[in-house]
């Protein structure tokens, strides 16, 4: 049975210092390094009502 993709790779180069502090911000946080920088990205957006999947206005109707 075929698994079902739940998301996108992608390469990232950050430089050493940055590196360095999403590491121990992870270590910290009892995350890893990938799943950190899922939170502050998501994070973001968040805090920028920037969300991957709004919720449908009240007033917003597909079949128009």
Known sequence: MAKK???KSFLL???ATTMEKVEAWAAQEF???NG???WIIADSLRR???NT???PSADHNESE
């Open 53 to 55: 999947h709004p919720k």
């Open 36 to 38: 950190q920088i899922q």
């Open 48 to 50: 920028h009502n920037r």
């Open 13 to 15: 180069r950050l430089d």
């Open 5 to 7: 993709e739940t998301g």
């Open 31 to 33: 995350r890893s390094v």
